[in-house]
């Protein structure tokens, strides 16, 4: 059996789990964690200029590319300054690893107001994370880490969070790797299978609803080969964007239960199938009552089925294998000839409610559509034209819009495009970003710019918390408080962080900049002035 520090042995035992990156920032606690990187060049390391930025870039990496990335931070200020990104991912059902340093395991817990101290770490931990545990012998750490990764490739995703002592990460010891084992997905069963297929080949007018879980499981193609059988039209949550096309003939786009335009349609279904949608109030503000009342809702969390809302039939499993045990269970044909529904008559309602409501935003969300290609990743912040983007921006492709969901945090947008682009470095990468959350993670473009990634980052500029403002204004009188905001030279700050700079007249030299801007190296920055008034200014969900 191999002697190594437990710096080593963690290293080790991520790199048995096939992970290859790591997000992090070395200071005197996790030393020989780092010093265990320099003799692996396979494993690339990426210096965010904020823990807060390591785990964000983390999610990043795995919404685009449905692996797993590590993140490395020293205990106390280090472990907690990642708290926003961790809980943001268990939100989110994003999977990575954090690893942290922990004081000396002689004094862990014992508040001697130790440098970096943090007393209960692990209960700390448990609140933003699916699986919390520390080791504290070197012989220890691939159990433990092994544990961690399996945590979060088994059931829903979440973070996992482990910390190791700084003396045991020093330390010697007899530590093997353990060979990673492949993990089944699990399937539903057969007799609830039974029960679905029944329920949905008897219905006259189906309808599917697809959330995150669909596209975590990879399950695009069952989903579309479901909906070709049934011939039901596919409406999709604000994670579930991408799973079916917008553009496909039986694709309904997301966001409809954030606009006043489906109750006719659900009152119409008789049947709905929900995949991997745990009716979050971002996505849907029913939490799914509005579905219609017989429903056959798919999800790996068993804890999701009934949360909100009764289901006819639960089946609790992978959706990809489930969809595959209820395509059999279907039986072989085409089903019905044609939908019972004119999806592009739905579509048109739809556009001409959008034109009415957000006519200018619309406007520039489709030059910004026509300028990007069709597989490009788009990064959402919480800004006006990226709330208008969760209904109104067309993606067509499975992992390319990440948005900050329920959680909704600030300053999202840029790390992710980072961790986005270094696990996609192939594809096309885009921040959306309003200038006040611009400025929570500004700092990581100095790690975009180092990494020489390229990618765009599109900064919208009103001085304001622009939805804030609005809101402030309808809901309390124009009581305008801490919502104005003295926003810096953006390109300026841009160049000087290392990245190209531009500064824009207007929205509409958005489209041919972008365009001009993806065909060159490293990273560039956007600013766009932005100036929407009228019922435009915020989308109605927020304005209730």
Request: net charge neutral; aromatic share 6%.
């Amino acid at each position: 059996m191999p002697q190594m520090t437990g710096g080593q042995a963690v290293v080790a035992a991520l790199r048995a789990e096939g992970i290859d990156t790591v997000f992090g920032i070395v200071g005197t606690h996790n030393a020989p964690l780092f010093d265990a990187l320099y003799d692996c060049p396979d494993v690339r390391l990426v210096t965010p200029r904020h823990e807060q930025g390591a785990a964000m870039m983390a999610d990043g990496y795995a919404r685009a590319s449905g692996r797993v990335a590590a993140c490395f931070t020293v205990p106390g200020p280090g472990f907690t300054n990642t708290l926003t990104g961790l809980g943001q991912a268990y939100s989110d059902s994003s999977p990575l690893v954090l690893v942290a340093a922990q004081i000396d395991s002689r004094r862990v817990d014992r508040d001697l107001e130790d440098f970096h101290e943090l007393r209960r770490s692990l209960e700390v931990a448990s609140a933003a994370t699916g699986y919390a545990a520390r080791a504290s012998r070197v012989e220890d750490i691939p159990a433990v880490v092994q544990a961690a990764v399996r945590s979060t490739r088994s059931g829903r995703p979440r973070p996992a969070y482990v910390e190791v002592p700084m003396d045991v990460l020093a330390a010697r010891g007899v530590a093997e790797p353990l060979p990673s084992v492949a993990l089944s997905a699990p399937a539903a069963s057969p007799e609830a299978v039974q029960r679905a297929a029944t329920l949905l080949r008897e219905a006259r007018r189906p309808l599917l609803y697809v959330g995150g879980g669909a596209l975590k499981a990879g399950a695009s193609a069952e989903v579309l080969e479901v909906a070709l059988r049934l011939q039901a039209p596919v409406l999709s949550s604000l994670h579930g964007k991408g799973v079916v096309p917008d553009d496909h003939p039986l694709g309904l786009g997301d966001g409809w239960r954030q606009l006043p335009l489906l109750s006719e349609v659900l009152r119409q279904a008789d049947v709905a199938l929900a995949i991997g949608a745990r009716f979050d109030g971002v996505s849907d503000p029913s939490q799914g009552r509005s579905l219609p009342e017989a429903l056959v809702h798919l999800d790996i969390d068993p804890r999701v089925i009934g949360r909100h809302r009764p289901a006819t039939v639960g089946l609790v499993g992978d959706a990809r294998q489930v969809l595959r045990q209820l395509l059999q269970a279907l039986g072989p044909g085409e089903g019905p000839g044609r939908c019972w529904l004119d999806t592009a008559q739905a579509r048109a309602e739809r556009r001409r409610y959008l034109e009415e409501r957000a006519g200018p935003v619309l406007h520039l969300l489709d030059e910004l559509r026509a300028a990007l290609p069709r597989e490009t990743i788009v990064c959402n912040d919480l800004n006006l034209v990226s709330y208008w983007a969760q209904v109104a921006l067309e993606v067509y492709e499975p992992r390319t819009y990440l948005h900050p969901g329920s959680y909704g945090s600030l300053g999202f947008a840029l790390p992710a495009a980072i961790g986005a682009k270094i696990a996609r470095p192939e594809r096309p990468v885009v921040a959306l970003c309003g200038d006040g959350g611009f400025m929570f993670t500004c700092q990581e473009l100095a790690v975009a710019a180092q990494e020489r990634l390229d990618l765009v980052v599109v900064v919208f500029k009103d001085g304001a918390y622009g939805a804030l403002k609005v809101l402030q204004d309808r809901k309390l009188g124009g009581r305008r408080i801490g919502v104005e905001l003295g926003s810096p030279d953006f390109p300026a700050l841009a160049r000087a962080l290392g990245a190209r700079g531009w500064g824009l007249d207007s929205p509409g030299a958005l489209a041919p900049a972008l365009r001009e801007a993806l065909a060159l190296p490293g990273p560039t920055l956007l600013e766009v002035p932005l100036a929407i008034e009228g019922r435009a200014a915020i989308p109605p969900w927020m304005a209730e």
